[in-house]
Structure formats: C-alpha cells, structure tokens
C-alpha cells in the first residue's frame, strides 16, 4: 500500500510541477511580485511621513516631510506661483533641506529661482518667500539652454547652494529611515546629451522610488513610454513595485504604459494636472489610455485622484500602513472616461 501512495505523489509531482513552467522572458513574469506580503492602506494615519501632491495647476510640485527634513520635488510652473506659496504657507514649510527638479521644463521648474534667490518684485508679490530657505538643490545633471534653467542655477550659484545632478544607481537620505532611490537617468544619457545628443526633456526625468520601511512610491517626472519601458526591461519586478504611483507625464497617453503599471502594480495612483482643459490644461489631462490601464490593474474611483478634482492629496505613513486623503471629494473618474470616449469618437 505504502507503495502504491510513493507511486501516486510522484506522479502528481510531475504533473502540477510541470504547470508552472513558463519561458523567461514573457511579460506575466514581471509583476509575480504582487503575491509578496504588502502594507495595507488604511483609514487616515498619523504616521512619520507626509507626502503631499501640491494643487498647483499645471505642473509638478510634492512635498514630502519625513520628520527630519523637507524634500520638494518640482515647482511647477512660473504662472502658478501664488498656488504653490499658498500650498508651502499652508503647511508651514520655512525650509526646503533638498529640492529636486526632475527635468527643465517649466511646469516642473517655473518657480524654482524664486524659492532660492528670490527678487525684489517676487517677494512684494509673494511675500511668504522671505520665509522659505533652500539648502540643497538636485537635478537630472543635464545642462539645459531654457532661461528658466539658466535662472535658477544663476540662483544657486549666487546663494552659494550645494547643486547636484541625481543618475540611476544614486540614493539620498531623507532622514527618519526614508531613503529614495534614483533609477532614471542613467550615466550614459547624461553624457549623451551633454555631449550634444538630442534628446526629449520629458525622457530625461528624474525617477525614483521612495522607500519608508514597508511602505514605497514611485516618483516619475515627465517619463513617458520609452523611459518606462527601458526601466521595465533593466529592472527586476521587485525594484519597480509600490504601494503608490506618481502618474508619469501628468496622466498623458504619452506615459503609463500596461507593462510599466502592471509591474508597478499600485494600490493608488496620483495624479497632478490643472483644473481647466482651455487655459491652465491645454493637453486635457488626463488622457484615456493611462487611466484604463489602471482600471485593468485593478483601480477604481475610490484608488486614483487627480489635483484637477481633488485638490491637493495627502499620503501618510508610519512605514507599516499608509493612508492617502484628497482635499476634495469628487466622483469624476467615470464622468471623465465617458467623455474621453466621445472625444474619441468625434
């Protein structure tokens, strides 16, 4: 009898251990990472980190303050100014201890120079940026003609600020065991261009994941599909995944591809984009494909915010659970889609 039963566990070994073969390289490899234990999202925290998504129109700005020290992460655009201030006074930010500027483009660096060296007529229309000091100041390490660009290095240059270009590989300290990991651009893109390569500034971004204990997010700038893809084919699935994605490309077609998000596999995504698709949104973000595929992914309305509805959204965390809370809420996601789906067929 006992071997009849050896015969028989053998035989099922070989059969169900030959089901989960599967080649190397096919995609469905990438995201098997998603079965890993994850920190859960929870009713609002009050945890030692604080990341909040800046209403700030058109552009970028994300505040994090871990305890320690102030990180921002662009500053939008220079006709958004009075929006960001506002958003810095609001929270009481007198010091940034490190600003990173993802790519030249203005809506990411528009408000740069005035947050380091401001003028005269930038205080009297602001006056809350007498208040703000910068200590240090991170970039893609690519010089750039813009005179935006040009502005806020003079800035740096004048304050006498510590000025660094960020490369995949590099990884900074934001104090109380929050650790951000840069894994965009790489070095020889950077020499590349700086040696008079052309390039896309979207596709030179800044990307990197920040890392609080259990608890990740995924920063992305401009990236659109090629940096996606180039990260999603360089990168084990565990390097890409967490538990909150900063919608590349302010939700654009350009960005958010399946692989990238499916690798990612967010259990939110945040969206910065501004309010009116005639004036301060010209591109009508966001667009339809990024937000299907994170619908396939799993999302719904209740898992992807976007600061044109829902104003500024806070993400807290004690490294353990995480809680992301928008300033407004407003059922839009599906409204939106619909649009977008008569847009198209127009």
Same mark, same amino acid.
């Given at each position: 009898?006992?071997?009849?039963?050896?015969?028989?566990?053998?035989?099922?070994?070989?059969?169900?251990?030959g089901c989960g073969t599967q080649a190397k390289d096919e995609p469905s490899t990438k995201p098997d990472?998603?079965?890993?234990?994850?920190?859960?999202?929870?009713?609002?925290?009050?945890?030692?980190?604080?990341?909040?998504?800046?209403?700030?129109?058109?552009?970028?700005?994300?505040?994090?303050?871990?305890?320690?020290?102030?990180?921002?992460?662009?500053?939008?655009?220079?006709?958004?100014?009075?929006?960001?201030?506002? @958003?810095? =006074?609001?929270? *009481?930010?007198?010091?940034?201890?490190? +600003?990173?500027?993802?790519?030249?483009? !203005?809506? $990411?660096? /528009?408000?740069?120079?005035?947050?380091?060296?401001?003028?005269?007529?930038?205080?009297?229309?602001?006056?809350?940026?007498?208040?703000?000091?910068?200590?240090?100041?991170?970039?893609?390490?690519?010089?750039?003609?813009?005179?935006?660009?040009?502005?806020?290095?003079?800035?740096?240059?004048?304050?006498?600020?510590?000025?660094?270009?960020?490369?995949?590989?590099?990884?900074?300290?934001?104090?109380?065991?929050?650790?951000?990991?840069?894994?965009?651009?790489?070095?020889?893109?950077?020499?590349?261009?700086?040696?008079?390569?052309?390039?896309?500034?979207?596709?030179?971004?800044?990307?990197?994941?920040?890392?609080?204990?259990?608890?990740?997010?995924?920063?992305?700038?401009?990236?659109?599909?090629?940096? @996606?893809? =180039?990260?999603? *084919?360089?990168?084990?699935?565990?390097? +890409?995944?967490?538990?909150?994605?900063? !919608?590349? $490309?302010? /939700?654009?077609?350009?960005?958010?591809?399946?692989?990238?998000?499916?690798?990612?596999?967010?259990?939110?995504?945040?969206?910065?984009?501004?309010?009116?698709?005639?004036?301060?949104?010209?591109?009508?973000?966001?667009?339809?494909?990024?937000?299907?595929?994170?619908?396939?992914?799993?999302?719904?309305?209740?898992?992807?915010?976007?600061?044109?509805?829902?104003?500024?959204?806070?993400?807290?965390?004690?490294?353990?659970?995480?809680?992301?809370?928008?300033?407004?809420?407003?059922?839009?996601?599906?409204?939106?889609?619909?649009?977008?789906?008569?847009?198209?067929?127009?």
């Amino acid at each position: 009898m006992r071997q009849i039963f050896l015969t028989v566990l053998m035989l099922a070994t070989l059969i169900f251990g030959g089901c989960g073969t599967q080649a190397k390289d096919e995609p469905s490899t990438k995201p098997d990472v998603k079965d890993e234990p994850k920190v859960e999202a929870s009713a609002p925290v009050k945890g030692d980190l604080k990341i909040s998504m800046l209403n700030v129109g058109q552009g970028d700005a994300i505040l994090i303050q871990t305890g320690k020290q102030t990180i921002l992460v662009d500053t939008s655009d220079t006709d958004e100014r009075d929006l960001l201030v506002s @958003e810095l =006074e609001k929270l *009481a930010v007198t010091k940034i201890d490190k +600003l990173i500027l993802t790519h030249p483009h !203005a809506d $990411h660096i /528009g408000s740069a120079k005035a947050l380091i060296n401001p003028s005269n007529k930038e205080l009297k229309a602001n006056p809350y940026l007498e208040k703000i000091s910068v200590a240090e100041v991170y970039d893609n390490g690519i010089a750039s003609n813009s005179p935006l660009y040009k502005s806020y290095v003079k800035a740096v240059e004048a304050k006498g600020i510590v000025h660094k270009g960020l490369t995949a590989g590099d990884e900074l300290d934001f104090g109380n065991s929050v650790k951000f990991k840069v894994l965009y651009p790489t070095k020889d893109l950077v020499n590349a261009v700086n040696g008079g390569q052309k390039s896309d500034p979207n596709n030179e971004s800044v990307v990197g994941k920040l890392t609080y204990k259990k608890f990740s997010m995924m920063f992305t700038g401009d990236a659109e599909k090629k940096v @996606e893809s =180039e990260l999603w *084919a360089d990168n084990d699935a565990k390097v +890409l995944k967490c538990d909150v994605l900063k !919608a590349g $490309h302010h /939700g654009s077609y350009t960005a958010s591809t399946e692989n990238f998000v499916k690798t990612v596999a967010p259990s939110y995504v945040l969206i910065s984009c501004g309010p009116e698709e005639e004036r301060r949104n010209t591109y009508g973000h966001p667009h339809l494909e990024p937000l299907e595929n994170y619908i396939a992914q799993g999302l719904d309305a209740k898992h992807i915010f976007c600061t044109r509805w829902n104003g500024t959204i806070t993400v807290t965390s004690d490294g353990k659970t995480f809680s992301v809370t928008p300033e407004r809420t407003e059922d839009w996601l599906d409204k939106w889609i619909a649009q977008k789906k008569r847009d198209k067929k127009k």
